[in-house]
């Protein structure tokens, strides 16, 4: 194991004191502080502009990597940890791999120093990666951009593996580590990768978690079922949340399915209405049971007893009926 700070520290012993401080405070180097300090920050320490702290800083590093051959075994292990991961790592988990939370400062400084890897800043859709060429952060764009648009056509998640059919990168390895880079795109711990914003790939809240248990399930469940499966979630809870989100139908005492699946709000009279409305023409009483039965869980009882109510229907002299 490398004493990251010990190197660091021999590396950044050679600077100037002015040139050796902005080098330490820029890459929290100093064992008092581990914040990386700004530009702006330094500069109004020392009375200079920011771009005089980033041109000195600049000009630092480059000395600096004319003069690191003898930690190449270092390196070689910073190399061969990156394979690993397919040759492209989001900063934050590379760096994590590499050592402890007190060596990280360190470690970025060091592979700041390695011409041989490349870095590439945080963007709105991008986090912060680093890699061994610039071709992998190509490959990653690329791939990260065909299961973007694969996502937007078919509107539903995809699993990892099939992401081999779509992506210019075989290996599952690459595909799981470019997928990290993106802050759009999210690859749940079932193997599924969706836009963060979907509920199945990022649920949040009693709502969300509800919506994928009955998706699983494929069928109505009742509410205290639902609180139940979830657990740590209080029965009256879950029924209030179900009932005001429009994703859920009350189809039957308590029971709750998908709208998704066909099934219409409304109590049993507002799907009779809504049948015969549809249908533009009189039905039998068999014809809407089976039809009220197909969106709803309740009695054949129920649906003759709204069938009866003259102010909403009328039963035509061959026995059919009709919206009144």
Not at 17 to 35: A, P, V, Y
Request: aromatic share 8%; with cysteine; charged share 35%.
């Amino acid at each position: 194991m490398f004493d990251y700070k010990k190197i660091s520290t021999n590396i950044v012993g050679k600077l100037p004191d002015r040139t050796k401080d902005i080098i330490s405070r820029r890459f929290g180097l100093n064992q008092e502080n581990k914040k990386r300090e700004s530009l702006e920050s330094i500069g109004v320490d020392y009375g200079i502009t920011r771009e005089r702290v980033r041109q000195i800083e600049q000009d630092a590093i480059k000395k600096m990597q004319r003069g690191v051959e003898e930690y190449q075994p270092l390196f070689d292990v910073f190399k061969e940890r990156m394979i690993s991961f397919g040759g492209i790592k989001r900063e934050d988990g590379y760096i994590e791999s590499l050592g402890k939370p007190e060596d990280h400062n360190h470690i970025s400084f060091l592979l700041t120093l390695n011409k041989s890897f490349y870095r590439s800043s945080e963007s709105k859709d991008i986090h912060p990666f680093w890699a061994v060429d610039k071709n992998s952060f190509d490959n990653a764009q690329e791939t990260i951009g065909r299961i973007h648009q694969t996502l937007e056509e078919n509107r539903q998640p995809i699993r990892v593996e099939h992401c081999i059919n779509i992506a210019p990168v075989k290996p599952t390895k690459k595909i799981n580590s470019y997928l990290e880079l993106s802050k759009k795109i999210h690859l749940s711990p079932e193997g599924v990768i969706g836009f963060k914003s979907w509920p199945e790939i990022n649920p949040r809240g009693t709502k969300d978690k509800a919506y994928l248990l009955l998706r699983k399930n494929g069928k109505p469940l009742h509410f205290r079922e639902v609180a139940k499966l979830l657990g740590n979630h209080g029965e009256q809870t879950v029924h209030n949340e179900l009932i005001k989100d429009e994703r859920f139908v009350l189809v039957g005492r308590g029971l709750y399915a998908l709208r998704e699946w066909g099934y219409e709000p409304g109590d049993v009279k507002d799907v009779i209405k809504k049948i015969l409305l549809l249908e533009n023409r009189p039905l039998s009483g068999e014809e809407i049971i089976a039809r009220v039965l197909e969106k709803r869980i309740v009695k054949r009882n129920t649906i003759i007893q709204n069938l009866c109510n003259k102010k909403h229907f009328k039963r035509t002299p061959d026995g059919k009926y009709l919206v009144k």
